[in-house]
Each structure stands twice: as structure tokens, then as C-alpha cells.
């Protein structure tokens, strides 16, 4: 029966690819392999379809895929040993299995293999992608790998019971193939059953003897080590969530927060190019209720612990508003790079691990202030604490013009490359200016007389090779904000005044279906810190206000994209990020664990409960069930019971037989018990059809009935 | 404690003439099983905790749904017709579905590989077997010996709905059957047959000869020999006989032997070869000498041949220390 085509192959085969096509998309969404090798799969895959499959594979054949297979199993490992890639290695690996298994799937078997190559996809995909998509794709694929499986299940059938039966079996397959679909989604409702209750119910206790890695990401730029002037103007029409953030206190920030989420800092420029020059990382020390707190100039701790559950800021002198706190939770995606983002100024922080895996991340300093951590990939949950509020201008004017430390001589460093004329024109802005915000407001002044502008065309100076904020500030004066920062801050340095640029997000809308604030990563920007001595590093955004926000709202249909990003974030919150925590929390929600307890025990209340309504439907189903019984015809109900009897032994009646012509077929079948079961036969049929039904008729039927049930029983026992 | 677990859980999977057996494609299955819980405990990763539900999910609603396959179906194995050794024979397999509001799918019948036996029966397969429905397959049965046998060991087996597991069940063997003995090519009746006095008119039609006597009407005489004014007159149906009927009968002598000996069990498949092709003429009357004892009265048609056949599928002397039943 190898290479047979028939249509219930053909079926077959359609559905072995489907589920392979379904399986390969749950990785090739989450970009787990790469573009070429799916690319180059597809085609193999396709064109293995469609060939004319050989009832056979040849023995020369088998050896030339055999040498293939070694060859990419070797190249497969050593490019895991060399690379790390070792899911990337494995998962061209599976495509190439696949491929192989699609040129030669003559016999079931193969179609069995292609289902376990297609379920170890799936894992895959479980393990690199975090989408919303793929509870979707791993619905669809249980529904067509069980109708896949049990197609291969009657063709195996057909090949094991040999060609006589096969024939028959791929003609009732196809014909009863509408019930096949009905069972394989009553089997992949029970999968699906399966898999919620052990995804709400099974205890999480990772153990993390292995690490996961290679794990896919979406990158984005400007957040690097490195950063291109220029970077941002590309992703500012980009309206992809990339953070959702939960305020302790919710509903005190409006539609709109003016939150500046610092990400990544740079101390150096040449070139047209941010950088770090400085390499003093932040000092990170454990804090209170778990956070790790950055620590002051003078290296004190910036928070102190306080009896509520809330961390409380250490008071700063001369700045009054230096306790307003914003606490908050952040669900940040991956966006392939390692930064934290805080509202400035950041005081602490704290992963919340998801599982013995995240419980690994490590928050360590960045350079300038940046807070980095060392994750496994996919989004990371954490919390924050920054100090909000911002001192007032006479508490910076109170400041004066301070001596700049060494620490932070870098920050003060003369910019490499630039002309004269940029120093002058900052001496000039300056002039007159005896505090260091008086300097700063004078440079930020003439700033915003520039205009914002996304559509970039270098001068004839910069063409010439000159610096590009050369040509921001003295022929275009019109940028993004990465010119308005990078200028302000050359400008200040210029002058003595130490700054740096900082990349981060401004901003946050409000969306009301989660009750979070989405952060898009058009939301993407570029501004300022100056140094004010005590005070620290103060916040300014030099880019004209109408150039720090893209609009709130996705491209289309805005309302339905807010919906889909709170599922979304309801599915990271729920499913990739549940935990012992929120297991505990949902079985509190649903009665079945006492807030009070300590032990995690059901309550046996609800235990009772649940044993008591089961009894109860039993009870109930079965006083329905006689009751039933007891309005049907009191012979028919015997009858029912001998028949069930018959059918026990084998004997049913045909839809067209009559009991007596039922009672002689039986009779011819087996004499033993022939004469009971025509003296039964006739006597209902007496009874069914007589025009009163009495006493004695009835007695003379169970006497009949019980005389079949005890020649059955003897039947059985010879 | 082990071994008693052991025994245990066989006695359970076998309980009531059943057995579970895991198909290597459900080895494979439970092992990626457990694979996969393994690396959900040890990554606390969420969705492949999703992915290990639903796969324990489908092992254990295979097993439910294999059980229920098995259960709900009753099958029995019918003959079509005359059954003689070593050939195949038309056997009728009836599978019902017991239950009134769920089909049953997936469910072959087919000879239990368990037993060693040179009997076989052709399995039978059925896609799907409506809810409280009978089908019937035809299928061939071949039996190796004459004598009554019981139809071979067999199961109702399914591996629905996956093939990770194969759940058998037991048929009951049944009344046994009349197995006639094998039939050879025999040569032509010859009057210096050892074994027949077939005389020299082997082709004259059946009621040539005297009248000698009327009789009862026995089922299988041939309907030309009946007597309709007499039936008019006893109200019974009686036929005619014929003295001249010993001159074209032919007795079939058999020495006495043993069930199961050789040349004994040749003897008697020539023997039932020369019958049946006697009685396929129009003219003979055969009948049956074992050991010099009459077993079957002459007669003629097919009833007699039937006769013939049922005489020489029992006889013989039982082997020593074998049962009347064995034999």
C-alpha cells in the first residue's frame, strides 16, 4: 500500500502540510527564524508537494537525504558551538527535517514524523513567542493536527490491515470525512481544556536547570551605545506599543503625562554621532521592599524606608519638591536593548521576575545614569520609583553657577570638530547670564525659534563636510529633536556648563480599555540634563512642544487598536507573566483559596460544596431518567431493557424487521435461545398493538423478557 | 511491591478480555510529553505549561476514547455459507454500536495475535458505525481442520483516534461451526472403486426404476419424487421410491481411523471429494459406510450432500486423551 494515491491520501497529504504551515508560523511570526531559510523551506516544501510523488523511495535517494541530514546535523552544532544560536541552529535544522520528510512521505509513518516535527515546532514557538498571535495559530494548529492525526491514523489502518481493506477504508474515510472534522474538534476542545486547566492549575516552581537563548527581538534603534544623529527621525511614525505603564495611584496624570522616561544617556559627540566617553557606571545597592535604589551624588541612598508599603524619596536641600514620588509598574517590551526606562530623576527599581528565569535579572548602572539589566529575552515587568517633581527656578537660580566637580568633567568637554562659530554664537546667547539657568533658558530661547521638521536636507555646509548641528544651527534651523537636544547641549558645553543628552520616550496616553499608559514608540525622544550642582541633574526639552508628541493615536482605526493593545496587555500580564502569585491570586478570586491562609489549602467548604452539587446531579439526573421511564409505555420500557440485552450479544433490529422477523434471525443465529426469544417476541408484539393493554398481558411479557435475559445469560456462560 | 504494582496495572488494562497496548508512534508521544513538562517545570515558562496540558489532555482522551470505541461495540462474526478446511469460507461480521447518540469510529475486527493457530478470519474495518447502528462487512474466514471449531480467537481492536494506542477487546468464539472436510480434486466414480458398488448407468435420471414404496417427505428430497395425490390425500407430504434406485447408488466405505492421522484425514477429503462430485450428478444416490456401519442412507440432492459432508466432518475415533469437543 506504499505510494497509493487516493483521495483520502490526497486529504491526507494537504493536511500533513497545513499543520507544518501552521506550526512553522508559530515561530516564523515571533521572527525565530530567518527570512531566507523560511523562504527557501517554502519553496522545497512546495515543490515537494506538488511533484509527482514515487510510490517508492530508492535506496540510492535514501542515502543522498541520509548524507544531507549528517552534513546539516554537524553544520547544525557547530554553529550552535560557535554562534550560541543554539534555537537558530535547531529550528533550520527542524525545517530541513521537514523538507525531507515532504519528499519522501509515501507511508504513514513519515506523516507521523511530520506531525512530531510540526509539534516540536510548536514548543518552539511556546518558547520565542510571546505574541497574541499565538494562542491563536496553537488553536488552529490542535484543530489540524488532530484531523491530520486521524487521517493518518485510517490510512496507517489501511496499510497495516492490507490493500482489500484500504480500498474500503479510503472510500467510507472520505465519505464519513464530515464527522472526522466534527471529531477532531471535540478532540481539540479536549486538548484545549487540557491545556487551560494545567496552564491556571499546575503549581509554577521554575527550576532553571537550563537557560533559555537566541530568543528573537524586536530592535530598536536609539537606545544603543551608539546612537546616529538621526535615528529617531525614522520611528516617529512608528505607533507600536512598546511600554504599558500602571501608576500606583491611577487617574492623578490625565490623558496625557509630561513623563520623561529616561532611557539612555551619552557624555560624547563628534561627528554627528552620541557616545560614551565617561566610564563611571551608577552605583545600584539593594533598598527597601526589594528595590534596587541608585544612590546619590555624594553616594548616600535615595530612599529611605517607611512604615507604609511605599518607599519614601530622601529629602534633597534646597528643593522642595524632592519627595513627590511616582511609583509604577512598566511592562516593557522587548525592543532589543538593555535599558530601563524611568521617569526622571530615578531613584529605584525592581524586577519582577516571572518565574526562576526573570528572578536571574540583574539591574546594574549604565554610564551617565542609565539603569541596564541583564535579562533572558522577551518583555520584562518592573517597577519604579522617581522623583517627579522638579525644583522651582528660583531654587535653581539659588544654585548660582557652580564650580563644576571633575567627576563630571567629561560633561563639560569641548565637542571635537566643530567650528568657532558655534562657540561664539554660544558665548553670544549667554552673554549677560550670571546662574546657570539663566544660561540654559538663554540657549533654550533660542532654540525655539527653530522649527520642528522630520524632512531632513543637509546644507551645502554640512555637504562640505561640516558638522551637521553646524547646519542645524546655522543654515536649516529646522530638525527633530534630536538636533534641538544634541545642539543645546553642544552649546552648553561650550560655555562651560555641563549637560548631556538623554534618549528616552516623552509622554503617555491614557488607555482607558487596560487603565494603563501606552508609550508608542513614536513617542520616541531626545532632551537635555544639566547638572545643578546639590541639586543634581535637572531636566530640559528643547524641542519646541509641538515636536515632542506624534499624536496619541495608531494610524487606524484607533478605538480598535486600543482594544487589541489591552488584550495584549492582558495576555502578557495573564499568560507569559502569570506566576505562583497570580495562580494564588486567581484561586483567591474565585473562592477557592482563604486570603487568610497561609498554607495555600482548598477550602474544604468549597470541597463539600463541589461533592455536594455533583451528588446532587447525579441524584437528579438519575430521578429524571425514571421518571422518563415511568411515561413511557410500560412495554415498550420492557422491550427496551431485552433489546438492550440482544444488542449486548450482537443483535439489533434492522431499521425494516419486525420484532418477530427479529426474533427469527435471531433464532436462526443461535437456537439455544430461539424459542424464548420468539414466545417474546410475539407476546409484545400481542401487546404493543392490542387495543388495551391488561394486567395479565403485561405479566406475560416480563415473563417472557426475564425468560430471554436467562437463556442469554446461560448463552454466556457456555 | 514493584512487580505487585506491575501485576496490578495488567490486571487492570486486561480486565474483562481487554488489553491496551502503546503503538511506538505513542511512545514517541508520551516521551515528547514528557519532554515538554519537564522543560516547563524547569523554565516556569507559561505556554509551555499550556502546551503539556494539552498534550497529558490527549493522552488520557485517547484513552477514554479508545475504551468507549471498544465498549460500545459489539461484534459478531456470522458464516455465509459452507465452510470446508483449508479454504476460505464467506463469513458475515455484524459490528453494532450500542450507544443511541454517539458513533463510534475506527473500529476493526481481526484475529486475536495471541493465540497460535493455523485458523484465520480476513479482518474487517469500519470508518464509523452510526449511533445505535449495525453494519455488516463481509469478510472470509479459512479453517484448517474438519470437525465443529469454534471461529478463531479474535478482538475488537481500535487505535482511535490517534494510533498512539491500540485498546482490544475480546470477541466471544461463538457456537461452532461445521467445518466439512477439504475438498480435493477426486477422480471420476469408477465401478471398481474400492469404495463404491456404483453399477454401470451413472448418468439415468433419479426416479427411473420400480415403484416400491411412499415415505415421508425429508427436507432435501428432490421435489419431482413427491407424491401430490397422495399429499392431497394424507393432508402430509410424502414421495415415491424406486427399487431400481441400487442400481445407480454409490456407498462410500471409510475404514475406521483416527481424527487428525494423516492418512486417515486424506482418506476422508477423498472420500467427501467423490461424494460431492457424485452428487452433482443427476442419477447417484450416495451414501456412507464407516467401518462397515451405515452413517448416511442413500440419497440423492443437495440435502444429502450436506448429509454426506456433516458424517464425514465428524467422523473418526478421537485421538488418545483428547475430549469428543477437540476432536
Redesign the interface.
Known amino acids: 500500500m506504499i505510494g497509493v494515491d487516493t483521495p483520502l491520501h490526497r486529504l491526507r497529504d494537504r493536511m500533513s502540510l497545513a499543520q507544518i504551515a501552521v506550526a512553522t508560523a508559530t515561530v516564523g511570526v515571533a521572527g525565530g527564524i530567518a527570512p531566507w531559510s523560511l523562504a527557501l523551506a517554502a519553496v522545497l516544501c512546495a515543490w515537494a508537494f506538488v511533484r509527482p510523488l514515487p510510490p517508492v523511495t530508492t535506496k540510492a535517494t535514501e542515502r543522498a537525504w541520509t548524507l544531507l541530514v549528517g552534513v546539516a546535523l554537524v553544520a547544525t552544532l557547530t554553529r550552535a558551538v560557535l554562534t550560541a544560536e543554539l534555537l537558530d541552529s535547531g529550528l533550520d535544522f527542524l525545517l530541513l527535517l521537514v523538507v525531507q520528510r515532504l519528499f519522501n512521505r509515501q507511508r504513514a509513518r513519515e506523516h507521523m514524523q511530520l506531525l512530531l516535527l510540526g509539534s516540536l515546532l510548536v514548543v518552539a514557538g511556546a518558547v520565542i513567542n510571546a505574541g497574541l498571535n499565538y494562542p491563536l495559530l496553537f488553536a488552529l494548529y490542535l484543530v489540524v493536527a488532530a484531523m491530520t492525526l486521524l487521517l493518518n491514523h485510517l490510512v496507517a489502518e489501511g496499510e497495516r490491515l492490507g490493500a482489500r481493506t484500504a480500498v474500503t477504508l479510503s472510500r467510507e474515510g472520505m465519505r464519513a470525512r464530515g464527522f472526522l472534522w466534527r471529531a477532531a474538534g471535540q478532540v481539540a476542545a479536549i486538548a484545549a481544556i487540557g491545556a487551560i486547566v494545567t496552564f491556571v492549575a499546575f503549581p509554577r516552581w521554575g527550576v532553571g536547570a537550563f537557560f533559555r537563548g537566541g530568543l528573537s527581538r524586536d530592535s530598536k534603534s536609539g537606545f544603543s551605545s551608539t546612537v546616529e544623529l538621526g535615528d529617531f527621525g525614522r520611528i516617529k511614525s512608528d505607533a507600536t506599543v512598546v511600554m504599558r505603564i500602571e501608576p500606583d495611584v491611577r487617574g492623578a496624570w490625565g490623558d496625557r503625562t509630561d513623563w520623561h522616561l529616561r532611557g539612555s544617556s551619552f557624555d560624547a559627540y563628534a561627528g554627528g554621532r552620541w557616545f560614551h566617553e565617561r566610564d563611571v557606571e551608577a552605583t545600584i545597592a539593594g533598598g527597601p521592599f526589594g528595590y534596587q535604589t541608585l544612590r546619590d551624588l555624594r553616594g548616600g541612598a535615595t530612599l529611605k524606608p517607611s512604615r507604609s508599603a511605599v518607599p519614601e524619596a530622601v529629602a534633597v536641600p534646597g528643593f522642595a519638591a524632592s519627595k513627590q514620588t511616582l511609583l509604577a509598574t512598566v511592562t516593557l517590551e522587548d525592543i532589543g536593548v538593555d535599558v530601563l526606562f524611568v521617569p526622571s530623576e530615578p531613584l529605584a527599581v525592581r524586577v519582577s521576575p516571572r518565574g526562576v528565569i526573570e528572578s536571574r535579572a540583574r539591574v546594574r548602572g549604565g554610564r551617565s545614569d542609565e539603569i541596564r539589566v541583564d535579562k533572558a529575552p522577551g518583555p520584562i515587568r518592573y517597577q519604579f520609583v522617581s522623583r517627579i517633581g522638579t525644583p522651582t527656578e528660583a531654587e535653581l537660580d539659588a544654585i548660582g553657577d557652580p564650580a563644576v566637580p571633575d567627576a563630571f568633567a567629561a560633561y563639560t568637554a569641548a565637542i571635537p570638530g566643530l567650528s568657532d562659530d558655534v562657540t561664539a554664537l554660544a558665548q553670544r546667547l549667554t552673554e549677560g547670564a550670571s546662574t546657570r539657568r539663566a544660561k540654559v533658558e538663554a540657549i533654550m530661547a533660542h532654540l525655539g525659534g527653530f522649527t520642528y521638521s522630520l524632512d531632513l536636507r543637509p546644507s551645502q555646509r554640512v555637504l562640505d563636510g561640516a558638522d551637521p548641528l553646524e547646519g542645524f544651527l546655522f543654515d536649516t534651523q529646522a530638525g527633530h529633536c534630536e538636533y534641538f537636544a544634541s545642539a543645546a547641549v553642544v552649546l552648553l558645553r561650550q560655555i562651560g556648563v555641563p549637560a548631556r543628552l538623554v534618549n528616552g520616550y516623552y509622554g503617555a496616553h491614557y488607555n482607558g480599555v487596560g487603565e494603563y499608559y501606552a508609550v508608542r514608540q513614536a513617542d520616541a525622544h531626545s532632551w537635555i540634563e544639566v547638572h545643578f550642582g546639590d541639586l543634581g541633574w535637572v531636566t530640559f526639552d528643547p524641542t519646541p512642544p509641538s515636536g515632542r508628541t506624534s499624536g496619541d493615536d495608531a494610524p487606524w482605526w484607533p478605538g480598535a487598536s486600543e482594544w487589541i493593545d489591552a488584550v495584549r496587555n492582558t495576555y502578557l500580564d495573564w499568560v507569559i507573566d502569570y506566576d505562583l502569585g497570580k495562580q494564588l491570586t486567581l484561586f483567591e478570586n474565585l473562592g477557592l483559596r482563604d486570603r487568610q491562609a497561609d498554607n495555600g489549602l482548598l477550602r474544604w467548604r468549597w470541597l463539600l460544596a463541589v461533592m455536594v452539587g455533583l451528588g446532587a446531579a447525579v441524584w437528579i439526573g438519575a430521578r429524571a431518567r425514571k421518571w422518563r421511564r415511568g411515561r413511557a409505555r410500560p412495554e415498550a420500557a420492557i422491550w427496551r431493557t431485552v433489546i438492550r440485552r440482544l444488542a449486548r450479544r450482537g443483535y439489533s433490529p434492522r431499521d425494516d424487521e419486525s420484532p418477530r422477523r427479529f426474533g427469527a434471525r435471531i433464532g436462526a443465529a443461535e437456537p439455544p435461545i430461539a424459542a424464548p426469544v420468539s414466545t417474546f417476541m410475539r407476546t409484545y408484539e400481542a401487546c404493543r398493538f392490542a387495543p388495551q393493554i391488561t394486567a395479565d398481558d403485561l405479566a406475560a411479557l416480563r415473563d417472557a423478557a426475564a425468560a430471554v435475559i436467562a437463556a442469554l445469560g446461560r448463552a454466556r456462560r457456555r | 511491591m514493584a512487580r505487585r504494582k506491575r501485576s496490578l496495572l495488567r490486571r487492570a488494562l486486561t480486565a474483562r478480555g481487554r488489553s491496551l497496548e502503546i503503538t511506538r508512534?505513542g511512545w514517541?508521544?508520551i516521551l515528547?510529553t514528557l519532554a515538554?513538562g519537564f522543560?516547563?517545570?524547569?523554565?516556569?515558562?507559561?505556554?509551555?505549561?499550556?502546551?503539556?496540558?494539552?498534550?497529558?489532555?490527549?493522552i488520557?482522551?485517547s484513552g477514554i476514547?479508545s475504551e468507549s470505541m471498544v465498549r460500545r461495540t459489539?461484534?459478531?462474526r456470522?458464516a455465509a455459507g459452507e465452510i470446508y478446511a483449508g479454504q476460505a469460507a464467506a463469513v458475515r461480521v455484524?459490528l453494532?454500536n450500542?450507544d443511541p447518540r454517539v458513533?463510534v469510529?475506527?473500529v476493526?475486527v481481526?484475529d486475536d495475535d495471541r493465540s497460535a493457530t493455523d485458523d484465520a478470519c480476513?479482518?474487517?474495518?469500519?470508518?464509523?458505525i452510526g449511533a445505535?447502528?449495525?453494519v455488516e462487512i463481509p469478510a472470509t474466514v479459512t479453517l484448517s481442520q474438519r470437525g465443529r471449531h469454534a471461529m478463531p480467537a479474535a478482538v475488537v481492536a481500535t487505535?482511535?483516534?490517534?494510533?498512539l494506542f491500540v485498546k482490544r477487546r475480546e470477541l466471544?468464539r461463538g457456537?461452532p461451526l461445521l467445518v466439512y472436510p477439504r475438498l480435493v480434486p477426486a477422480p471420476a466414480p469408477m465401478a471398481d472403486d474400492p469404495r463404491t458398488d456404483l453399477g454401470d448407468a451413472p448418468r439415468r435420471r433419479a426416479r427411473a426404476g420400480e415403484f416400491f414404496a411412499l415415505r415421508e417427505y425429508r427436507d432435501g428430497d428432490d421435489l419431482r419424487r413427491i407424491h401430490w395425490p397422495a399429499v392431497a390425500r394424507l393432508g402430509r407430504p410424502v414421495v415415491r421410491e424406486y427399487e431400481a434406485d441400487g442400481d445407480r447408488q454409490m456407498m462410500l466405505e471409510l475404514r475406521r481411523g483416527t481424527t487428525g492421522d494423516p492418512s486417515f484425514e486424506a482418506e476422508v477429503e477423498q472420500c467427501a471429494s467423490v461424494a460431492v462430485a457424485a452428487l452433482g450428478r443427476d442419477a447417484l444416490a450416495v451414501g456412507l459406510r464407516y467401518a462397515g456401519e451405515l452413517l448416511v442412507t442413500p440419497g440423492s440432492g443437495d440435502e444429502q450432500r450436506r448429509r454426506v459432508l456433516a458424517a464425514l466432518a465428524v467422523v473418526g475415533d478421537p485421538p488418545k486423551g483428547a475430549t469428543a469437543v477437540d476432536a
Request: proline letters at 5%; zero cysteines.
Open positions: 508512534a514517541l508521544f515528547l515538554v522543560a516547563a517545570i524547569n523554565s516556569g515558562a507559561n505556554l509551555l505549561h499550556a502546551i503539556f496540558g494539552a498534550q497529558m489532555a490527549l488520557v482522551g476514547l459489539v461484534a459478531r456470522v455484524e453494532t450500542l458513533d469510529f475506527s476493526s481481526e480476513a479482518p474487517v474495518f469500519a470508518v464509523r445505535g447502528r449495525t487505535r482511535f483516534p490517534f494510533g466471544p457456537a
